[in-house]
């Protein structure tokens, strides 16, 4: 047998429940019995170092915290507002949240500590102002045109560009590891609100319309100051009343919709009597939004009725269902893994990965530092620099 690791029993319960695990989920994972960890976790027999580190591992955090004599202070839970019925935040999301949480802090101080202003947009609004309001603000401060179609960029990369200008890292991404996926039925996105170096974050794996939908939303509540979970968040009004959703999440939802399909565009658009499905679905792509977005907007303004609204919907449900089954095929047959690289710059976002390159290169931070913080290997940096900022030949 292996030195024994004296841990602190507290800490490897608290490590294991903050990471959403169950003994049995440990011990199968370390093939060990369920009355081992038991055993550990009551302080009655300890791991080996070689067990320790492992766990230390699964639960992503630090090994020396297990030998800590209390309980660590560790980051406050974003506030939940998913709808009470909502999958229960699994490992994953725990784990995402964590790593977002880390780079967020570690940004706020080094933006700090370079004097840099606080962003005066953060939490300029609530929730008791007028979404067309609190849109146009938004619209103006990006400098954005929502109409605007760019050429050879989709939709959701202008976008995340815009928002990334004025400040805000955006970070996309759907796992941490290759058995350890985010659910986005479980978690769509959360923003965490500072006032030097707000963060949003966006499960990739959602459908890249719903993407678009999602970041815009957690940018409504920045502007409101409000930190959270979403989901559910790109459906009619009247979904988000009868799923019971929080008061913030309808109000970022409404500001969203006069974000990306502002009413006086949404005027100056023709939908013909003869094809209104034809009509929609060419204007939501233009847009880089889902048929049925454009179609609740719609619906909201007025601009088309009651009866072509359920009839048109009818009729996008079907095709959705249709192009889910197919998409179920496609995923059976063998498909191009993503770019290292690209996966790279999604998580990390931009705006972070400049900040912290420029912490390096200032000598700031070691080299060390600048490869744990962006998840690198230290000889690997200037290519993940050349692919963030489109250097790559």
Known sequence: MGSLAKVNPKILIWARETAKM????????????????????????????????RLAKMYRRPFALFFFPDLPKDFHPLRDFRRKTSIPIQTGSV????????????????????KKVPLPFVGKFTIQDKPFVVAKHMID?????????????????HWIDKVQKIGINVSRSSFIHSNLLIDPEE??????????????????????????FTLVHELAHIWIGESGISNEINCSKEEKTRLNMDPVELFCSEVSANVLMPEDF???????????????????????????????????LGMISKE?????????????????????????????????????????????????LNAYRSG??????????????????????????????
């Not at 401060?141 to 990369?157: C, G, S, W």
């Open 364 to 393: 700031e931070i070691e080299v060390s530092q600048a490869s744990y913080l962006l998840n690198v290997k230290a000889n690997n940096l200037s290519k993940l620099e050349d692919h963030a900022f489109r250097r790559v030949s």
């Open 266 to 300: 949404m005027r100056s658009i023709t939908i013909s009597s003869s094809d209104k499905v034809r009509d929609i679905c060419r204007v939501s792509k233009n847009l880089g939004l889902s048929c049925f977005a454009l179609l609740y907007r719609l619906k909201n």
């Open 141 to 157: 401060t990006l400098e954005a045109e929502p109409n605007r179609i760019v050429k050879n960029q989709l939709p959701l990369n």
């Open 22 to 53: 169950s003994i049995e989920t440990v011990a199968n994972k370390i093939n060990v019995s369920e009355t081992k960890i038991e055993t550990w976790e009551k302080g009655e027999a300890c791991p080996t170092v070689k067990q320790a580190q």
């Open 95 to 114: 784990f995402i949240i964590r790593e977002i949480q880390q780079k967020q802090a570690w940004m706020r101080v080094n933006l700090i500590e370079d």
């Open 308 to 356: 072509d609204y359920f009839n048109i919907k009818s009729e996008f449900d079907e095709r959705f269902n249709d192009y889910v089954e197919a998409q179920k095929i496609k995923t059976k047959k063998p498909k191009n893994t993503p770019l290292y690289y690209t996966m790279t710059v999604n998580k990390n976002g931009k705006l972070f990965i400049q900040t912290v």
């Open 187 to 212: 978690l769509q996105g959360f923003a965490i609100v500072d006032p030097y170096a707000p963060f949003i974050f966006i499960n990739s794996k959602d459908w890249e319309s719903a993407q678009l």
